[in-house]
């Protein structure tokens, strides 16, 4: 298996339970750690629970209490605590790196890990898959298994051709910077003109986790370096107001920016013969959708699943493919208008935006949407796992 972020680990971890041997190489040298708040709802929480690291998560919880929508005074336009129907905190909010940590942990003693290589070429044969790495290693694998990023070299290498992305037509950087008195237990949500969002949010080291993202065509910052990066970054947020010069000096004296186009990744098929995709390589349905982590865990849970039930990889891929695909359509899918109208790219825009958010925020707004949603968050409406425990086959050869 080639990546160790999310699902990769995952994936690991029960193809492990289920009596695989499982080896899973990671380009970078050592574990990648950093990264922003993620929220680990619905089937995540549900595998997270099957696992039983759900109190570990909940033991790193960032902090955070809500968001708050403020405006270029910083004056709070309205605020949507932790589990409201409009806030992005959820009860398990936890970073990126911290959930990794957690996976590899419950992992490592029973999987190999190989760090600092990557697959630079895949041959399938009769009954598996020979794989070269960069390292000049060579080995062979019943199956390969991509839980790689939206840009994946060995989904690419199995498939043949890159997959069709779907571009949402912003550019998105994070980066963590240092907390200042402005800064609480709260997010905060700054619109500014030209389609510029800033976000501001709490993490449990002391620092804040900081984002841009912004309205932009598809290629005008594609194949910058990382000063190329920070200096168009550094050009697109001037003079855009509220703590923009604050984050200006964040971007200068960053070490861990990352900034990129925002797309989803549309693929038709999830596997070609013994090589199969989950994760960001297999479906990215980008920040905007929320449901990142939620992909991550159940694909990886519902993969495992599948090859302990099946009697071959052709029939647990072919299922595999038919439990997620409509689960990833549903994610991959925006309202009307989103993101666009969230990034008003005029001052009177901005001006109309926050109005309506403010509204929103009022007490007798919140009561009505209260009434009628009837404060369903039920974890388990999206999608339903399915249980595995109940079989017992052996793992497939």
Known sequence: MSGASISGPTLAYWLNKYGFEVTVVERSQELRLGGQNIDVKGP????????????????????????????????????FPAESSMSMT??????????????????????????GDHIINLN??????????ESGRKDRFDMVVSAEGIGSATRDLAFGNRPRYKY?????????????????????????????????????YGETRASVTFLAEENDYKKLNEQEQKKALISRIQHAGWESERLIKGIEES????????????IDRLSVGR????????????????????????????????LFKAQDYEEAFSNYE??????????QKLPPGIPRIVYPQTKLGVAVLNKLITVAGSKTVKWMMGLFSGNKKNDKEDFELPDYDKDNHKAIG
């Open 168 to 204: 949402l037509g912003l550019y998105t950087a994070y980066l963590t910077i240092p907390k200042n008195k402005t800064d609480s237990r709260w997010a905060r949500w700054y619109n500014a003109p030209e389609g510029i969002v800033f976000m501001l949010r709490p993490d449990n």
């Open 90 to 115: 959820q009860e398990l909010e936890i970073l990126r790196g911290d959930l990794v940590k957690i996976l590899y942990d419950h992992t490592k003693k029973d999987v190999t890990y190989i760090f």
């Open 44 to 79: 995540a929480k549900e595998v997270a629970l099957k696992m039983g690291i759900v109190e570990e998560i909940r033991a790193l919880n960032t902090t955070e209490i809500g968001l708050r929508f403020v405006n270029s005074d910083n004056r709070t336009l309205a605020e």
């Open 255 to 266: 070490r861990d920016l990352y900034f990129e186009r925002v797309s989803q990744v549309k």
């Open 322 to 331: 038919k439990i997620m695909r409509p689960y990833v359509e549903q994610c």
């Open 275 to 306: 090589v199969v995709i989950t994760g960001d390589a297999a479906w990215c349905a980008t920040p905007v959708a929320g449901k990142g982590t939620d992909l991550a865990m159940a694909g990886a849970y519902v993969l495992a699943g599948e």
């Open 124 to 133: 399938q044969i009769e009954n598996g898959v020979e794989v070269d790495f």
